[in-house]
């Protein structure tokens, strides 16, 4: 039986989803996570795991023994209010602490627009969203904690995140989708369960002090997607609208930015075959076995 001593800050579906991949492989888990709620004992399938309040700049001081005793630490809040919190409380006990294998999850929003051409790692990063900047100055920050203190860091740049629940399907049944005319606007995205797929291979096959990104085999624009998906259900096309009419000024951020995002590095490092290598295979699945 393996055992993991995991930490997690932030208890999204991406770390949920990587606990889950654990058990999946037997392994004992004992885990500690973060929210802004009081600390609690609470339950996750069949694991019991102990929850540490952290409300921003307030938190409960067990987090700091708990991550000092870690082998492995899973960062997935991004920054608030242009600071990476986790870095402003806690850089000394993640330094000293006993973790073989720290994650940053960051996003490709990074990389900026890049007029639909691909992108890697060796990119140019310029950012033109706030949490694109926001996300890159926190990226520099924990390589600085690499660079400066030997740090065992990886950091995984994600591409838009899809699961079994939250979906292009599920948004078309509810009928909160509309299509964005906007031509040539190419996106990447990624299934959580690969993600977290990513993560499991990264535990035995780990190189401090490389970027990844987490993406698919297929970018595409959303329209794409939403034809496809529409296709799947049998429902008529959705409305279009102009991006000026688009309401939500994150999306309106969404579609400032176009590119391929590739997903070599990942793929050759990892030996890793993706699970949903696109959409396709994605929404099939979706269509198949949950909805």
């Known amino acids: 039986m393996k055992e993991i001593k995991l930490f997690c800050f932030g ?4 770390a949920k989803n990587f606990v889950k991949k654990l058990n999946s492989e037997n392994f ?13 004992t609470q339950k996750f399938g069949r694991l019991t795991y102990s929850n ?28 608030i209010n242009g600071e990476d919190l986790v870095i402003k409380n806690f850089s000394k006990i993640i330094e000293n602490s006993n973790a073989k294998w720290v994650t940053y999850l960051s996003a490709t929003s990074v990389y900026g627009d890049h007029k639909g051409e691909w992108v890697n790692e060796d990119s140019p990063t310029k950012p033109t969203s706030y949490n694109g900047i926001e996300r890159l100055r926190a990226e520099n920050l ?71 990104n987490i993406s698919d085999d297929k970018p595409a624009t959303s329209e794409a997607v939403t034809l496809y998906g529409a296709k799947l259900l049998s429902m008529n096309i959705p409305k279009r609208i102009e991006i000026k009419d688009i309401e939500s000024e994150m999306l309106k951020n969404f579609y400032k930015d176009s590119k391929k995002v590739s997903n070599e590095k990942l793929k050759k490092y990892f030996k890793y075959n993706l699970k949903f290598p696109t959409y396709i295979e994605g929404l099939n699945f979706i269509k198949n076995n949950i909805i």
Not at 11 to 14: A, E, I, N, S, Y
Not at 61 to 77: A, F, K
Not at 181 to 197: G, L, M, Q, W, Y
């Open 11 to 14: 208890f999204g579906q991406v």
């Open 28 to 40: 004992t888990v004992k885990l500690f996570t973060t929210s802004r709620n009081k600390s609690s």
């Open 52 to 79: 540490l309040q952290f409300d921003n700049n307030i938190f409960d001081p067990i987090i700091n023994e708990q991550v000092m005793n870690s082998d492995h630490i899973l960062i997935s809040i991004p920054p």
């Open 142 to 212: 924990w390589m600085n904690l690499y660079s400066n203190n030997k740090l065992p860091l990886q950091i995984f740049r994600l591409s838009g995140i899809y699961s079994n629940e939250g979906n292009i399907l599920s948004r078309l049944k509810s009928g909160n989708v509309k299509i964005v005319n906007k031509k040539n606007h190419f996106f990447s995205r990624i299934h959580v369960e690969d993600i977290a797929n990513i993560l499991f291979e990264s535990l035995l096959n780990f190189k401090s002090g490389e970027v990844y």
